[in-house]
């Protein structure tokens, strides 16, 4: 079956649900309560297929983003050709990348941190410290694991310009010991008269709340700003004990 991550067109639609506008909105937020230094250019890791961008572009930012996938790099590319942007797209490894230029603020959305070891992991850490600027930001959205390891299963639906997507998502518990755990996409394209599956899956790393803070704040120079649950800076996670739904956390960078 063919990988969703092959059809940026499709992924975009399956996960159209999100209000993208609001996530600019609230990273421009953080920007103005936590950043030491003004952001002109930003640089969305495993940028996909750039769903930021254009708000971005209107806020007027310099976009840089990197990303293992040819397929979603070429689709951000286009995307940023029919907006007029001059923004920038490197393929590269999370944890072994680095950039022509330093960035003011750099993100990371849907717990797209996929390491998996923790030599990878620090290895993640440096890249992003060498390309960061003192007293940047940097932005994770859903990266963190507040809970065990546990198998899951979700599923929604999105529909747009005339294409409807049906995705089911899992995750299974491979390893404790390594905090490993299988991550599946499967998700069903209806696209006029034509219906085909595309599908997704890869080993993921859980990433717990201390050994992050380790490895960031004490094996690298980043300073913890603070975690927050549903993208609300009302909301810090410290007086949240359940109901923990794609939390962000915030570094700067010493």
Same mark, same amino acid.
């Given at each position: ?43 969305? %890791? ?93 932005? %994770? ?114």
């Amino acid at each position: 079956m063919a990988s969703i991550y092959d059809y940026p067109k499709y992924y975009d639609v399956a996960f159209s649900y999100r209000d993208t506008a609001r996530e600019t909105a609230v990273m421009q937020q953080a920007v103005r309560l936590f950043s030491h230094i003004p952001v002109k250019t930003v640089l969305e %890791l495993a940028c996909g297929h750039s769903p930021h961008l254009e708000h971005m572009a209107n806020l007027g930012f310099s976009y840089r983003g990197i990303d293992l996938s040819p397929a979603m790099l070429d689709y951000a590319r286009a995307k940023a050709a029919a907006l007029g942007s001059e923004a920038r797209f490197y393929q590269a490894d999370l944890a072994d990348f680095t950039l022509p230029e330093q960035v003011d603020f750099a993100y990371i959305m849907l717990g797209s941190l996929y390491v998996q070891t923790t030599a990878q992991l620090l290895s993640h850490f440096s890249c992003v410290e060498r390309v960061l600027k003192p007293g940047g930001l940097y932005f %994770l959205d859903w990266c963190i694991d507040f809970s065990p390891l546990s198998n899951t299963r979700d599923a929604w639906t999105c529909r747009k310009d005339g294409i409807e997507v049906r995705v089911r998502y899992t995750t299974k518990l491979l390893s404790p010991a390594a905090q490993h755990y299988e991550e599946s996409l499967h998700a069903e394209v209806h696209e006029g008269k034509q219906r085909f599956y595309l599908s997704h899956k890869n080993i993921r790393r859980a990433i717990y709340p201390q050994e992050f803070i380790l490895a960031a704040t004490h094996l690298h120079k980043f300073e913890f700003i603070g975690w927050w649950n549903d993208w609300d800076f009302n909301a810090p996670l410290d007086r949240v004990s359940h109901g923990i739904v794609r939390p962000i956390t915030i570094l700067r960078r010493l």
